[in-house]
């Protein structure tokens, strides 16, 4: 993969990654940095799942835009419900 390839991919994982925010309910308290990060995750998430449900097997892929904001929002569910957040003991 070029440079401007990878530039790309970074620009779709920062789009899917405002969409699912935008989606999801509740605040996402995250930079935009973060937020592409989550958006590249769930590009790979969408992917392997594609890759799950319509044939293939267990690979690690890249989706398109619809599979990177579908993954990117379970990228988001988990980190809501597993440790996105900080906890304060009381």
Known sequence: MDLVGIIVFLIMGLI???????IMPGAQP???????IVGVIGSFVG?????????????LSAAGII???????IVLWALGRFGGGRRVAV
């Not at 899917?16 to 935008?22: L, P, S």
């Not at 992917?47 to 319509?54: E, N, P, Q, S, V």
């Not at 599979?67 to 929002?73: F, K, M, T, V």
């Open 16 to 22: 899917a990654g405002f969409i699912a925010r935008w």
């Open 30 to 36: 995250m930079s935009w940095m973060q937020t592409m």
């Open 47 to 59: 992917g392997t799942l594609a890759a799950l449900i319509f044939g293939g097997g267990l690979q």
């Open 67 to 73: 599979g990177s904001i579908i993954g990117a929002l």
